[in-house]
Nanobody, 126 residues
Framework: QVQLVESGGGLVQAGGSLRLSCAASGRTFSIKGMAWFRQAPGKEREFVAA????????YYADSVKDRFTISRDDAKNTVYLQMNSLKPEDTAVYYC???????????????????WGQGTQVTVSS
């Protein structure tokens, strides 16, 4: 199994920045890719960004492209989401996800991932 622990959420003013971290442990050798999703109250969980475990490819939702950057630290088995120029509409619970025991070839759908973190709240005030 894979365990995912997110950190780094908080309250920030519009235009500010936050960096989320997701530390993976357990069977990390089986991870093919990881992603960040977010869910605002009353809305469905949506894709934010993804990275292959090799770090060679990254993917972004149009709504965050050029503002957010996903990266990983191989030595720490940690994936980061650097969020700049935050907007009130970025307010949500952010979840880290990993594709480990399954293989789908994509990372932007919730069912592409079989392990999830507990989520971290990001609130952007106007």
């Amino acid at each position: 199994q894979v365990q995912l622990v997110e950190s780094g959420g908080g309250l920030v003013q519009a235009g500010g920045s936050l960096r989320l971290s997701c530390a993976a442990s357990g069977r990390t050798f089986s991870i093919k890719g990881m992603a960040w999703f977010r869910q605002a109250p009353g809305k469905e969980r949506e894709f934010v960004a993804a990275i292959t475990w090799s770090g060679s490819s990254t993917y972004y939702a149009d709504s965050v492209k050029d503002r957010f950057t996903i990266s990983r630290d191989d030595a720490k088995n940690t994936v980061y989401l650097q969020m700049n120029s935050l907007k009130p509409e970025d307010t949500a619970v952010y979840y880290c996800a990993a594709q480990s025991e399954i293989y789908t070839g994509t990372y932007y759908r919730t069912y592409d991932h079989d392990y999830w973190g507990q989520g971290t709240q990001v609130t952007v005030s106007s």
